[in-house]
């Protein structure tokens, strides 16, 4: 089945360490995306990738950091420099249908940092 | 730039009710409107989208209709169910009106909550 997996789907870590958030798609999509979703935020991007070892910066980039050696692959850190990072994290992708990109979501990570 | 409101919730309706949730939207550019649905604890889902003026998008029930005139998508569904119990965005890409290039972003609206009881 083609999806997008996201792992894990909880994780809880001390304030001060840095993590790592994994996302891998198999459906062929050349963009990838990270977002952070807050209650009552909607969706907020914090990176997004066109292709492999290129990315951009999104709304909410501090703190984050991205790499993306392979096109299969979108892992992001949450570093000790981002001030409040519990949240849940929605990794997806996207092709493209005509002139638009259509994104499609992996089922999320909810980090927790006490 | 580029934005979307969507009506405030939480919703909540019986079984069978209809549902409508506004979406007005600005936009630089040629828009392409987008409904997702996130079921408790999941990633977003794709309900339906449409790219040009008077489109229709429907799926699962549920319609929406992109209006150039009144920049909104409202979305509609005639009889919801317990099942459809979710919340509920709106978002928009844009296109550029000079090159014919389509935006990599999506922008969001902030989600809508509903929630239909039996």
């Known amino acids: 089945d083609g999806g997008i997996t996201q792992s894990p789907k909880y994780l809880f870590r001390k304030e001060g360490q840095n993590v790592t958030l994994s996302c891998e798609q198999n459906l062929n999509h050349d963009a990838m995306y990270w977002y952070r979703q807050d209650p009552g935020q909607g969706l907020r991007l914090i990176y997004y990738?066109?292709?492999?070892?290129?990315?951009q910066k999104g709304d909410i980039a501090e703190g984050y950091s991205v790499s993306r050696e392979k096109k299969e692959s979108f892992p992001l850190t949450v570093t000790s420099a981002q001030k409040n990072p519990t949240a849940f994290y929605l990794c997806?992708?996207?092709?493209?249908?005509?002139?638009?990109?259509?994104?499609?979501f992996g089922p999320g990570t909810r980090l927790t940092v006490t | 730039g580029n934005s979307v409101t969507q009506m405030e919730g939480p919703v909540t309706l019986s079984e069978e009710a209809f549902l409508t949730i506004n979406c007005t939207y600005t936009a630089t550019g040629y828009p392409s409107l987008f409904w997702y649905v996130q079921y408790p604890g999941e990633g977003l889902q794709l309900l339906l989208k449409?790219?040009?003026?008077?489109d229709k998008g429907s799926n699962k029930g549920f319609e929406a209709t992109y209006r150039k005139e009144t920049t909104s998508f409202h979305l509609e569904k005639g009889s919801v169910q317990v099942s459809d119990s979710a919340v509920y965005f709106c978002?928009?890409?844009?296109?550029?009106?000079?090159?014919?290039?389509?935006?990599?972003?999506?922008?969001f609206g902030k989600g809508t909550k509903l929630s239909v009881i039996p």
């Open positions: 978002a928009l890409s844009v296109t550029d009106g000079y090159s014919g290039a389509g935006s990599y972003q999506l922008t």
């Open positions: 997806a992708s996207s092709f493209k249908a005509g002139l638009i990109y259509e994104q499609y």
């Open positions: 449409a790219t040009k003026a008077d």
């Open positions: 990738s066109q292709i492999v070892n290129d990315f």
